[in-house]
C-alpha cells in the first residue's frame, strides 16, 4: 500500500517541474519582447519616415465656400476632400510678401510634384481688381499648374469672412477697419492672427488693405492641422514633414 501511496505522489513533481517549465519559457518570451520594444523605443511602430517630434493639432474644421477659379470654374469645399491643401491668401498688386509667398508655393510645386493628392490654393483678398484674367497672367508668372495650384477670386465679404471666421486669418480691410479675430478663434492661434501684407493703392500709396502671410495646412478631412509662416525656412521644413505625414495617413 505504501509502495502505491509512493508511486501516486512521485509523479507530482515532475508535473511541476513541467507547469514550470512552461512558465518560464512563457516569461523569456516576454522579456524578449519587452527588451526588443525598449531597444527598439516608443517610435518603433511609427510609420517609416515620420517624425516622432511632428504633433499635428487640429484647429477647427474649413467651413463650406464657393469660389470662382481663375478659370472661371466654380470651385468648393467638397472638390478638395480627399486632399491634403495648402492654402495662402494673396492679391496681385502687393509689392511687399505676397510675390514672397508665392515664390515659396512655387518651391512646394516642385518639391511635391509626384505627390497627386496635394493641392495648393492662393485666394486674392483684392477680389474687385483681381479678376479671373489678372490671376492667370499672375498665375503664370509663378509657373503655377492649373490642375494642382488654383487662383480663387469671388464675393470679396465671403472671402474675408471665410479668410477671418473659417481660417482664423485677419484682414485689415481698406481705411483702418479691422477685419481682426474672428468670433472663437483659440488663444494659441493669436501668433497667428497678425496681419503681414500691405497692397499699395493706384497712386503707389501703402493702403490699409493687410493680411496674414501664413500658410494653412488642411488635411484630407477638411481639418486645419497647421499655420506656417511663408518667411521662416525652419517653419517652411516644418511644413514639408507635415504634408507627407498627412499623405501618409488614410
Not at 509663378?142 to 469672412?161: M, Q, S, V, Y
Not at 497667428?192 to 495646412?217: M, T
Request: charged share 25%.
Amino acid at each position: 500500500m505504501s509502495l502505491h501511496k509512493d508511486d501516486r505522489h512521485a509523479g507530482t513533481p515532475a508535473s511541476h517541474k513541467a507547469l514550470w517549465g512552461a512558465l518560464a519559457l512563457v516569461l523569456i518570451g516576454v522579456a524578449a519582447v519587452g527588451t526588443r520594444s525598449f531597444l527598439r523605443g516608443p517610435d518603433a511602430d511609427r510609420p517609416r519616415g515620420s517624425d516622432p517630434s511632428l504633433q499635428l493639432s487640429v484647429y477647427g474644421q474649413v467651413p463650406e465656400f464657393s469660389f470662382i477659379e481663375r478659370s472661371g470654374r466654380t470651385i468648393e469645399r467638397s472638390e478638395f476632400l480627399g486632399k491634403v491643401w495648402v492654402i495662402d491668401f494673396i492679391y496681385t498688386r502687393c509689392a511687399d510678401t505676397c510675390p514672397l509667398q508665392s515664390a515659396e508655393m512655387k518651391r512646394l510645386q516642385a518639391d511635391l510634384s509626384t505627390e497627386p493628392d496635394v493641392r495648393l490654393v492662393s485666394i486674392t483678398v483684392d477680389p474687385r481688381r483681381d479678376t479671373g484674367q489678372v490671376l492667370s497672367r499672375y498665375a503664370d508668372r509663378f509657373g503655377a499648374d492649373p490642375k494642382r495650384w488654383l487662383f480663387l477670386t469671388g464675393d470679396k465679404e465671403a472671402i474675408h469672412r471665410f479668410a477671418m471666421q473659417g481660417l482664423h486669418l485677419p484682414v485689415l480691410e481698406p481705411g483702418g477697419r479691422a477685419g481682426g479675430e474672428a468670433p472663437g478663434a483659440v488663444g494659441a492661434l493669436r501668433p497667428v492672427l497678425e496681419p503681414k501684407a500691405a497692397v499699395a493703392d493706384d497712386a503707389g500709396q501703402a493702403s490699409a488693405l493687410l493680411h496674414s502671410s501664413r500658410f494653412v495646412l488642411v488635411d484630407r478631412k477638411a481639418q486645419i492641422r497647421g499655420y506656417y509662416e511663408s518667411a521662416n525656412p525652419q517653419s517652411l521644413q516644418s511644413l514639408r514633414k507635415a504634408i507627407r505625414l498627412l499623405l501618409s495617413e488614410r
